[in-house]
């Protein structure tokens, strides 16, 4: 494959960044005041289609705004052509830190586990474009929350103090957290902040429990045909699972697909951190099942082994392919036929995202507006699945995504770095 990007040109477009941009200032509406307390989450389905903003102080999502823009930063410095000349590097870098700022307090204590999406993807990003020092600070305070979320005799971190979005939800509150220890799948996402912690402050506490909890899911979230449960709940004596079901798909012994790219995308940067060789073959075999579970369409659905029809989740699609590059990378020193093969399906699986998803251009006006084209689509992709709930009461929320959104341009940013390192 000579030439890489070509395959998917769409995601090169400057008019990609004149949308993020776009967003960016249109929903900070005070600019001279203090940074927004609501960040761009999702669309509402049947539309408008312009985003919804949730608070920071309550989201798990606030992290993948910011982390939008930074690599906008990134591609400015990978390939200026691909970003609006409108827009200069240390712009963008003002706007990402202003996005950020609101939230930073949320770095220690933590209300959940969600640490690595609200910080790594922000201030991680920050610390590695630009050397910041306090960026460091609130990554290592992150990760020492995650930290303070492990239990030694569980063996992992602790995900939810309580799941009321299940039928029996009464079992698992916040008065009696002695009963459950909810882990789910979406964990798989923290423990690059760890390695990453480890390797900023010498300290191998963080490496430990990323490596301990990534272990723990192999025996727990991983089934033996290689598709995943969503939530474990574990005894916190023995670190066996009690229980093991979803609270986002559509049967405990479904495969919702979004939990399956959770742990190739997680497993992926596991084995780049550790070099593990059951971490790279459980990435492998995770994502050659979730190939396998793909329709004519080649989009994943909502969950592989629900009725038909069934919405589409871009997300799960974006997700993941970011996780075959991770594979690509690992097998490449060894195996470059193998290697090859997971590029390969990582582009079409892109291709027939964007055929399915992508939404209309936005244009920069002379005034410096943006217009967000037929439809007022905010979002780059359409048809992300942010909730379907197993009760029987099922909301099939299509629309689009902020992160679905941030992982298509991780995975832009990535497939230009592969190419640049075959020319050079």
């Known amino acids: 494959m000579s030439d890489l990007t070509t395959a998917v040109n769409e995601l090169y477009d400057p008019a990609l960044s004149v949308k ?28 408008p289609n312009s985003y919804h903003c949730s608070k920071n102080s309550t989201a798990w999502t606030q992290g993948f705004f910011p982390g ?33 700022a609101d939230f930073k307090y949320l770095a220690r204590p933590s209300t959940n586990h969600d640490q ?22 609130v990554l290592i305070e992150a990760s020492e929350s995650l930290v303070d979320r492990y239990s030694e005799s569980a063996g992992c971190i ?8 299940v039928h029996d939800g009464d079992k698992y509150t916040l008065n009696n957290m002695d009963e459950h220890y909810l882990v789910i799948i979406d964990n798989m996402m923290n423990l690059d902040m760890l390695y990453e912690a480890t390797k900023l402050t010498g300290d191998e506490r963080y490496a430990k429990v990323a490596t301990r909890q990534a272990e723990k899911s192999l025996i727990s979230h991983v089934r033996k045909d290689y598709t995943t449960y969503h939530v474990a709940n574990f005894d916190q004596k023995t670190g066996l699972p009690m229980e093991l079901r979803t609270a986002q798909g559509y049967a405990d012994e479904s495969v919702w697909s979004r939990g399956q790219a959770w742990a190739i995308y997680g497993y992926g940067q596991c084995a780049l951190r550790t070099g593990r060789q059951d971490f790279i073959d459980t ?27 069934c919405p589409y989740d871009a997300s799960a699609a974006t997700i993941t392919a970011v996780g075959m ?10 195996d470059n036929v193998a290697a090859n093969g997971y590029l390969k399906r990582a582009i079409q699986l892109v291709q027939d995202t964007l055929r399915e998803c992508l939404t209309p251009k936005a244009t920069l006006k002379e005034d410096g507006e943006v217009d967000f084209g037929e439809g007022g689509w905010e979002t780059l992709l359409a048809h992300s699945t942010i909730n379907g709930n197993p009760t029987g009461r ?11 959104d941030y992982y298509l341009v991780e995975f832009s940013n990535e497939l230009l770095k592969i190419q640049k390192g075959q020319r050079s």
């Open 394 to 404: 099922r909301r099939f929320m299509d629309h689009g995504l902020v992160y679905a």
């Open 158 to 165: 602790r995900s939810w103090d309580s799941m009321s979005n």
């Open 20 to 47: 993020v941009v776009g967003v960016a200032q249109k929903y900070d509406t005070e600019p001279n005041r203090p940074p927004p307390s609501r960040s761009p989450e999702y669309t509402v389905p049947g539309g």
């Open 325 to 334: 590059l991770w594979i690509y990378k690992l097998l490449l020193p060894t």
């Open 68 to 100: 939008l823009i930074w690599l906008l930063a990134e591609r400015a410095e990978l390939d200026k052509s691909t970003i609006n000349p409108h827009y200069r590097k240390e712009e963008l870098i003002r706007l990402a830190r202003r996005w950020q």
């Open 116 to 137: 690595g999406f609200r910080f790594q993807l922000s201030y991680g990003r920050d610390y590695n474009m630009t050397g910041d020092e306090e960026a460091k600070k």
């Open 283 to 309: 990435a492998r075999r995770l994502t050659d099942v979730f190939i396998s579970f793909l329709g004519p369409s080649g989009v994943p659905e909502w969950d592989f082994k629900a009725p038909k029809p």
